[in-house]
């Protein structure tokens, strides 16, 4: 017997599956953030010995917390959008609209993430340490094109469930 619920298609195991990951990681990320200020703040005001790498440790903490943040709202289509036009649509409209939309998501993600992954690659990048941390820049960027991959696969099971939703005739395409 497999472990796969009935109808669920590759994709949606995929992206299930990388969704509940993305939520720990963000939860660990935040939770360092969090211990990470706490101290430092704690060092500086109560001690007066400050950490000399807690600010830039928190920086690139509270990047990766925004760009998992970003690829989770994608997931669950939890974007500012402002939607009385695309409400005002017939279905099939709606649907059309929202595919439109997801376009435009997968094209800013597939080129932000193809010109982040250059830019980390080159050698100036490569080659960079942070001043206090002293880790290599391209550790601390990757990121970018993690969560722009992210959101590619995210977006793409979006315009798979509107072209079956779009070819079936089913109600519900407009989940922006």
Not at 3 to 17: E, K, V, Y
Not at 69 to 85: N, Q, Y
């Amino acid at each position: 017997m497999s472990d796969r619920p009935s109808g669920s298609s590759p994709l949606s195991l995929i992206t299930l599956a990388l969704d509940k990951f993305l939520i720990w990681v963000s939860i660990a990320v935040g939770a360092v953030l969090a211990i990470n200020m706490i101290v430092a703040v704690f060092f500086r005001y109560v001690l007066s010995s400050p950490i000399f790498w807690a600010d830039e440790l928190s920086l690139y903490l509270f990047c990766w917390a925004t760009f998992l943040g970003a690829s989770l709202a994608v997931k669950r289509s939890d974007m500012a959008a402002v939607t009385f036009l695309l409400n005002r649509l017939p279905e099939r409209g709606r649907i059309l609209g929202s595919l439109a939309i997801q376009l435009s998501i997968l094209f800013f993600a597939v080129v932000m993430g193809y010109y982040s992954t250059v830019w980390i690659m080159s050698p100036s990048v490569m080659n960079l340490l942070s001043p206090a941390l002293s880790m290599k820049m391209w550790k601390l960027y990757l990121i970018v094109p993690i969560s722009m991959l992210c959101m590619t696969i995210f977006t793409v099971e979006h315009m798979v469930h509107l072209l079956q939703a779009f070819f079936s005739g089913k109600k519900g395409g407009a989940a922006q």
